[in-house]
């Protein structure tokens, strides 16, 4: 049995699109639930939303908290997360979400995320810069 030019072109379009439908809700709950898992000062959760480039530089869950407890502290102990805009990035993509670190100062952190081979979505890496706001 043939498909018609337009449904067979259509089909083609389908299964092109790398966005699922779910990829924002769940590229929400991936960061929401590791600045949970930091907040909780649980490595082992946190270090489980890291991809594997993450993973070949920090190659345990204790590394991989002393890294982030020293490099990206108003991601370690943040309060008031609030997801901003999603973007694709190719395969990957960016997240920017708006947090207060624990002496009032606003940050924007920026997380890439990717899909694995498996359909999970794994953190890629995070860039944090200050916000516009003035802190009390």
């Given amino acids: ?3 018609p ?9 389908l299964y092109a699109l790398p966005v699922q439908a779910d990829d924002s809700s769940d590229i ?3 960061v929401a639930a590791q600045l949970e898992a930091f907040k909780r000062n649980d490595g082992v959760a946190a270090y489980s939303y890291a991809a594997p480039n993450i993973r070949q530089m920090f190659p345990s ?5 002393t890294m982030v407890e020293g490099g990206y502290a108003p991601v370690f102990r943040s309060s008031n997360a609030v997801f901003g805009e999603m973007k694709e990035e190719g ?3 960016r997240q920017e979400v708006f947090l207060t670190d624990p002496n009032g ?4 952190a920026s997380y890439t995320l990717e899909r694995q081979p498996d359909g999970s979505l ?4 995070c860039s944090i810069r200050k916000g ?3 802190s009390a």
Avoid: C, E, P
Avoid at 5 to 13: D, E, I, N, R
Avoid at 105 to 108: M, R, T
Avoid at 122 to 125: D, H, R, S, V, Y
């Fill in 5 to 13: 030019a337009t449904a067979a072109f259509a089909l083609s379009l």
């Fill in 61 to 65: 869950a204790q590394m991989f908290m």
């Fill in 122 to 125: 794994k953190i890629t890496g």
């Fill in 132 to 134: 516009n706001d003035i």
């Fill in 28 to 30: 929400k709950a991936v």
């Fill in 91 to 93: 395969a990957s993509f």
């Fill in 105 to 108: 100062q606003s940050h924007i």
């Fill in 1 to 3: 049995m043939r498909l």
